[in-house]
């Protein structure tokens, strides 16, 4: 069973429907044991990095995501769940984030006005790395994104996968059991859900 | 490269799709989970409902239609037409929209969208905005404008002979006297994440988009702009791009009467050398 940590944002329903699509059990859930219990953790996002750590605090889950994480099952990160892994994001002033991966969360800017911001809309991948998430050969295709924010890892060694956006920016991290994108598989059609599928199968 | 988008655009009332032409004789044509299940087997890149829904008591239809497609098309989807409370998008959301467009409610309030924007993030935040070209300045007629002091600036319109563009509301029908450049500008700084620009002028009689509209939207914001409102012919789609910079093409019923096919688009735009997503 994959749990969908639950804290009182975002668009949770695609991703539950998404893995459901391809065969996995999956339940959105804030509670703690349910979390904990599950063979694999997907921590989804959408909003605000600030109001997302608040929540996860309000609802106790800061230790389950740790724990998690420590217990080495399959653990997916997409989007703000991608951010919220590194240790301070830039927006609004700086806020602590799980702090589980070094590195920083930065805001796009750039001097090029045709460079809109949020990033929104379909964007290839780079592979610099394998993946068990990818076949070497599906790393091309688009996925769909929309984010303001990008994760700056100090340790290049976990980036899986870049894209371009007025400059190539980390669009996929693996580190350990940790899998995390930016972009949003649950809405990547028929190869986002062929990464699901994989991650899946991954215990 | 980020690829520019193609978005079919579903006009939803009670529950089933219908296109009107200017927004009157609407024609009913079918179930928008079906149309929707087809435009992903198409390769659209996004989906728009338009609930046009007149009925409050009948409001939660959408809901209804929204969760059902959730669960068969995974692609993103942005639903607007009275979106007026922070719990109606709080619902959209929880049914599986992944952007809510906010047209009216805007008007009305400026400081909603900001709410929206601090609440739910600016990524799931369209401004939709309904603009007509006009000679000589609207007579306000919607809304009561009690913020108007507050953002006078929206009402100064540029000197002559720059064209003006005012945002009107309840499908073209009420000016509001407020500038459409302006507006965007403000919503962008409020922290919408997108504006879906309909030109009042074109919507319906396909003979393209206001490509002067869109370009100077496009030009004054920093935030994707999606050309709506005037596409007839695949050339339409390319001026709407190169000449409206528009991030995001969205049409109805050329699509939805398949005089022009999704795939056709993309193979066209790609061919001409803009980015697609094939």
């Not at chain 1, 951010?83 to 991966?101: A, K, M, N, Y």
């Not at chain 2, 509301?169 to 700084?189: C, D, F, S, Y």
Request: proline fraction near 5%; charge should be negative.
């Amino acid at each position: 069973m994959i749990a969908i940590i639950d804290y009182g944002m975002g668009n949770l329903r695609s991703v539950q429907k998404a893995l459901e699509a391809v065969g996995a059990d999956a339940v959105v859930s804030s509670q703690p044991q349910t979390i904990l219990d599950a063979d694999s953790v997907v921590l989804p996002g959408v909003g605000a990095f600030k109001d997302c750590m608040d929540n996860l605090d309000r609802l106790g889950l800061i230790e389950v995501v740790h724990k998690s994480i420590q217990s080495g099952k399959p653990f997916l990160g997409i989007c703000l769940g991608l951010q919220l892994l590194f240790e301070q994001s830039i927006e609004f002033g700086t806020v602590e984030g799980l702090g589980i991966l070094p590195g920083k969360v930065l805001r796009f800017h750039f001097d090029d006005p045709t460079l809109k911001v949020p990033h929104m809309g379909w964007n290839t991948l780079t592979l610099n790395k394998p993946s068990p998430l990818f076949d070497s050969m599906d790393a091309h295709p688009y996925y769909y994104f929309v984010h303001s924010y990008y994760v700056v890892p100090d340790n290049q060694d976990m980036v899986v996968t870049t894209t371009d956006y007025g400059m190539p920016f980390v669009s996929g991290i693996q580190h350990e059991n940790i899998h995390a994108f930016q972009f949003h598989p649950e809405k990547s059609q028929k190869q986002g859900l062929t990464m699901l599928e994989k991650f899946a199968h991954l215990n | 490269m980020l690829a520019k988008r193609i978005i079919p655009c579903l006009d939803v009332k009670d529950g089933r799709v219908v296109k009107g032409v200017q927004f009157v004789n609407l024609r009913d044509a079918g179930d928008p989970v079906e149309c929707a299940a087809a435009y992903e087997a198409e390769g659209a890149d996004e989906l728009t409902f338009l609930d046009i829904t007149a009925s409050h008591e009948k409001r939660d239809i959408i809901l209804d239609v929204v969760s059902r497609t959730a669960e068969k098309v995974f692609m993103p989807l942005t639903v607007g037409g009275g979106v007026r409370t922070l719990d109606d998008i709080r619902n959209l959301l929880k049914a599986g929209a992944d952007k809510v467009a906010i047209n009216t409610a805007a008007v009305h309030n400026p400081e909603f969208v900001q709410q929206a924007a601090q609440r739910f993030g600016s990524q799931c935040i369209v401004v939709a905005i309904d603009a007509k070209q006009v000679e000589t300045a609207s007579p306000i007629i919607d809304p009561p404008v009690d913020w108007k002091d507050n953002h006078a600036d929206l009402f100064q319109r540029p000197a002559p002979p720059a064209p003006t563009w005012e945002v009107f509301t309840h499908g073209g029908r009420n000016p509001t006297g407020i500038q459409v450049i302006r507006w965007a500008q403000l919503m962008e700084k409020f922290g919408a994440g997108e504006i879906l620009l309909t030109s009042m002028d074109r919507d319906g009689t396909k003979q393209g988009y206001d490509v002067a509209l869109n370009c100077a939207v496009s030009e004054a914001t920093t935030i994707p702009v999606i050309a709506s409102g005037g596409a007839g012919t695949l050339e339409h789609m390319y001026e709407g791009i190169v000449k409206g910079k528009a991030d995001a093409v969205l049409a109805a019923s050329i699509f939805h009467f398949k005089e022009i096919t999704i795939p056709e688009t993309k193979r066209y735009l790609a061919d001409k050398g803009i980015t697609i997503r094939l």
